[in-house]
């Protein structure tokens, strides 16, 4: 699959999602995986990681069939390899996808979900996951390293966060899909952090503490209770629309401690609630941040217009762009607008007036959205900070001095 940024996207009418078509739309992916490491509770001796992975029938090649539906047919795998590189374990499965129209074959609202399984001992090990399309034998493929840790019992430990929405604590089960992306656009879903608590001995009672920092290290949430460890594990849970409501980054902490031992696990996460009517309500400044992402006589002619001639250009511009013209909802105009407003909240300069999506740093989050990787270089004599985000998918990265000292960064280079 090729990607192509949010600026090709919106300068030029969007193709029609046609059978194979490999373009990712607002430069985003179509494929993701998490691994979440867990204690085996059958056996305390290995450790257990649960590998999600989710994909959408885009990324796959449909062959239309004698009785007028479409069929995909791909296999997915996991392998793990040891420390000298020798593989020691895989897991993978085959699946056929049949549908009954054209326009299903390029449904991305809901992404095929997967879950791996599997029990090691304790250590470091390398992975590498792929999904194969059977029909074309097209590849994608992914690799990385992990460790997985040791829960053995005699001392308290802590399994990995994993958020997932629109499920209440009371669901918590080994079926849950969790939100890969760690990322959160539709406030009217519930968000659940879930975890699991391993104490050193099953009747102990653990004090449990939840604290939410933002990016910038500012504590925004504390709270703290007991729990009786009735059960091994203890299945944990909390709330996250009950502990922040903002847009933004944030890390959540999560801290148990019980018989004089203490055990600590932190995970990122990035509330972009949709929320288009602040925007919306001016349309000049709406119409002034489509600049953003278009350019030329279809800008141009929107500034020029007045009243409803204005308001008309404005939402051609958008059907024009629209990824599911048979829905009543446009994806692309609903995460522009999620973007330019994170970036108001995030990337807003007070002291010049200046609202986020202006600034250097809103300009290119709203263009590529949300970066692979930040890398914050700390404060060196006589040095700026700098900030520099990565974009794999790109493969670019773009370097932001504060050569003032003031928060106000600028893009200085892009390689």
Known sequence: MSAISPAQVFSQPMERMGMGHRNGRFGGSMFFFQLYNFADTT???????????????????????????????????????????????????????????????????????????????????????YLIDNDDQKIVEREGKTVLRDFGRGTLHLSDVMFAEGVSCSAWSDSINPNLRDTFIDQQKQVAALYEVYPAAQSNQVD?????????????????????????????????????????????????????????????????????????????????????????????????????????????????????PDTPANELKDEFFRRIDFSNHNFAEPAHRREGWRTDRGRIYVQNGPPDQIEKQPVAPGMPQAEIWYYSRLNKRYIFSDRLGNGEYRLVRVE
């Open 43 to 129: 056996d305390l001796s290995l450790s257990r990681v649960d590998f999600h992975v989710s994909f959408v029938n885009d990324i796959l090649t449909f062959f239309k069939e004698e009785e007028e539906t479409y069929s995909a047919r791909y296999e997915l795998g996991v392998i793990f390899y040891n420390e000298k590189n020798v593989p020691i374990r895989d897991k993978s499965v085959t699946n056929a996808i049949h549908v009954d129209t054209f326009r299903e074959t390029n449904l991305r609202t809901q992404p095929l979900h997967h879950k791996f399984s599997i029990s090691l001992p304790p250590g470091q090990y390398k992975y590498e996951i």
């Open 208 to 324: 449990v503490a939840h604290k939410v920092y933002t990016e910038s290290g500012e504590n925004v949430h504390s709270d703290e209770k007991s729990v009786k460890a009735v059960r091994f594990p203890v299945k944990e849970c909390i709330i996250v629309n009950d502990l922040v409501n903002e847009p933004g980054n944030y890390y959540l902490v999560v801290e148990v401690r019980g018989d004089g031992q203490t055990a600590k696990m932190r995970r990122s996460f990035t509330i972009q609630w949709r929320n288009l009517n602040v925007q919306e309500e001016n349309v000049d400044v709406a119409i002034e941040q489509l600049s953003l992402i278009g350019k030329g006589k279809e800008i141009d002619d929107i500034k020029k217009a007045e009243g409803e001639e204005r308001d008309k250009l404005f939402e051609e511009f958008w059907e024009r762009r629209d990824p599911t």
